[in-house]
């Protein structure tokens, strides 16, 4: 069942850590919401996100074995875990990504000629920490989309980066210094009760925003 009340899904989307462990999420819905969540930008649309999904006990016990401990009810819990990775070489297809738009007759051969005249080299001389953060930020985003297009589907999140980030990208067989671990979202039908349920707060709004001179 879609949840289409927007206000309902991001508003009274929180941190879910205890889940009904009989509810299994079908791959074919993880497909349908990955479609959905890959419209998320990105920095020139380079889409430098990479989802491991941990849907099996053997797998979800291979990502435990890097969480930290604090961590143990959503994991002995959830359906899944989508562990979220920043693919810090995607400026590599920025050539092919752009000639594609290019051919598709998205953008002119003026604008294909500008982008690649200006932000691909500022992307092949830039360091590995720019174009890791560039990656990481557009994850990010992908990331919210993803928990959020959850809540659509009627499941509930919690986004995790309390693990050992270094034991993260071999357990899925990728290549450590391309493939950044950005967070891991575990995912399921929420058990929570009223005591279970974590709540939060947030600074007043007013606190955090200011009008610029
Ligand atoms: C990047 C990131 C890392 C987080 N890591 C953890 C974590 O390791 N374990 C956990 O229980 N919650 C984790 N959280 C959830 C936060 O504690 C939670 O979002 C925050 O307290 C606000 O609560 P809410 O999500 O219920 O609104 C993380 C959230 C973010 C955005």
């Given amino acids: 069942m879609r949840n289409n009340d927007f206000n309902d ?3 009274n989307r929180h941190s879910v850590r205890h889940f009904d462990k009989s509810v299994k999420i079908p ?15 990105s920095g020139c649309n380079l ?11 053997e797998t979800i ?20 875990v989508v562990q979220v990775f920043a693919d810090v070489y995607a400026y590599k297809k920025y050539r092919e990504n752009w000639s594609k738009e290019y051919e598709t007759g998205n953008i002119t051969k003026e604008k294909l ?7 691909l080299p500022s992307y092949e001389n830039g360091t590995y920490y720019s174009c890791a953060i560039d990656s990481i930020r557009s994850c990010s985003l992908a990331a919210m ?11 509930d ?5 309390g693990y050992d980030e270094s034991k993260i990208a071999r357990t899925f067989n990728l290549e ?24 939060t707060t947030r600074y007043p709004a007013e606190t955090v925003y200011h009008f610029a001179e």
């Fill in 9 to 11: 899904v991001v508003q």
């Fill in 27 to 41: 791959r074919s819905e993880f497909k349908e919401m990955f479609e959905e969540t890959v419209t998320a930008p």
């Fill in 47 to 57: 889409q430098g996100w990479h989802f491991e999904v941990a849907d099996t006990p």
């Fill in 61 to 80: 016990a291979k990502v435990k074995k890097y969480m930290l401990r604090f961590n143990d009810p959503q994991m002995d819990s959830c359906a899944a």
């Fill in 113 to 119: 000629d500008e982008v690649l005249r200006t932000f």
């Fill in 145 to 155: 989309q993803f928990m959020l297009v959850a809540r659509n589907h009627g499941y």
């Fill in 157 to 161: 999140t919690n986004p995790i980066a």
């Fill in 176 to 199: 450590p210094k391309r493939y950044l671990p950005v967070m891991a979202i575990v995912i399921g039908k929420s058990n929570e009760t009223e005591e279970t349920m974590a709540k």
